[in-house]
């Protein structure tokens, strides 16, 4: 699958760095042609010796080595790769790329590159946790470099938490990703899922049934189809998907500001079951019973997130897709919310009690567009996501 791809990996210092050989030997197996670059701390973890063993040519250390730049210099080596993959990326090695500093051959090579970057960092919980590392991680997502973990779970220094470098295989999938290119390659696609909470105090709060279900699949989808996602979701029972950048929120007004920090993008869909209010006389502390009383919950809107982007004066996504869960006269309450929002498309679906739609694995949906109303057959979410990235790549082109 990765035949005849060349692949420029370099070792950053870090214990993960022993994965990088496993790593190499997964690539390989797959017909890819990996040329390594060992830092000087990866030297401190594995040895070049027995990365060019497997290899299966020679290992790149130093920038001053003059019989590298006869054989080949550091710009045509960063050049003359399909992607350069950094496992592990440590905190110090990404602070580099961040400040485009070039004091040695891995960040020399990261500087001069003009091929697509995927990094797998690796470092220790707090390291990964501290402000300084998620500003860097920040810049770095929107300077277009690929990430793929990092994994929670126990760490060689005996913490707890995410910072631990993804497997081997995990990388693979992800470098195939990267490297492979589908019809929306390029793009950038916006998708919100899930519920939001509105907290009525810290114990209680309103939500709906929305699993993130639908959602979920169509930013797979999307993935499969070789976008750059940015998934914006509320308290989801599913997990994310694999490949997407996830943004965790909790409230409309939350999701709102997430999805204004995650623009501009090429398509934004919609799929979030908002909360329309949020009690405005939430309590910091819990509600306690009174003898003889029941609180009484004041609400104000939530900001409608679809009907900001849709009419958004610049920097509007090029398509903008929202949905519909409707319980009665589907069509004219979608074909009415399309214009009333404003967006391109619509996907509406009838969410009444007995549909089974709501929480569960198929949907019945009708395709709102400026040409009319689509009605699809019943299908699972998964084919629903897969027809409709399909149609989003169609627009797109
Ligand atoms: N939506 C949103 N922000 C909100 C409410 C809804 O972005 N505050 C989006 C949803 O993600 C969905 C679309 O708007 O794409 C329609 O949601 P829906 O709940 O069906 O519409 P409402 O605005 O609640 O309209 P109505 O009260 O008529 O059902």
């Not at 220790?124 to 779970?153: C, Y």
Request: include cysteine.
């Amino acid at each position: 699958m990765l035949a005849s791809k060349r692949i420029l990996l370099i070792i950053g210092g870090g214990i993960a760095a022993f994965k990088a050989l496993d790593l190499i030997r997964r690539l390989r197996e797959r017909g890819a042609d990996v040329t390594p670059v060992l830092t000087r701390a990866g030297e401190e973890f594995v040895t070049p010796l027995s990365v060019s063993a497997l290899a299966g040519r020679k290992v790149f250390r130093d920038l001053f080595d003059l019989t590298d730049e006869a054989e080949m210099g550091h710009i045509e080596l960063s050049r003359s790769a399909d992607l350069i993959v950094v496992a592990p990326a440590t905190a110090d090695l990404m602070a580099k790329m961040v400040g485009g500093l070039a004091n040695d051959l891995a960040s020399t090579l990261l500087l001069a590159t003009d091929a697509p970057v995927l990094v797998a960092p690796a470092m220790n919980v707090r390291m990964w946790q501290h402000p300084a590392t998620q500003r860097n991680i920040a810049t770095l997502k929107a300077d277009g470099i690929g990430f793929v973990g990092p994994e929670s779970g126990d760490m060689a220094c005996g913490e707890h938490g995410p910072g631990r470098m993804s497997e081997p295989l995990e990388i693979v999938a992800a470098v195939e990703r990267a490297l492979w290119a589908g019809p929306l390659a390029g793009k950038r696609v916006l998708v919100t899922s899930g519920p939001t909470h509105e907290p009525i105090d810290p114990v209680r709060y309103i939500a709906n049934r929305s699993s993130g279900a639908q959602g979920t699949a169509i930013a797979r989808a999307l993935v499969a189809l070789g976008a750059q996602v940015v998934f914006v979701t509320g308290p989801a029972d599913v997990p994310p998907p694999d490949g997407a950048e996830v943004v965790r929120v909790r409230t409309a007004r939350e999701m709102l500001h997430a999805v204004e920090a995650a623009l501009p993008a090429d398509a934004a869909i919609f799929a979030a079951a908002v909360a329309d209010w949020h009690v405005t006389s939430a309590s910091t502390s819990k509600i306690k019973k009174t003898k003889g009383g029941v609180p009484t919950l004041e609400f104000a809107e939530n900001p409608d997130i679809l009907a900001t982007v849709s009419t958004m004066k610049s920097g509007r996504p090029g398509l903008v897709v929202g949905f519909a869960a409707e319980t009665d006269d589907v069509i004219a309450h979608a074909t009415a919310k399309r214009q009333r929002k404003g967006c391109d498309w619509i996907v509406a679906n009838d969410v009444s009690e007995g549909t089974g739609i709501m929480g569960g694995t198929e949907n019945d949906i009708t395709l709102i567009t400026m040409d009319g109303a689509e009605d699809w057959p019943r299908m699972s979410k998964g084919e629903v996501a897969a027809r409709l990235a399909d149609r989003i790549a169609q627009a797109l082109a």
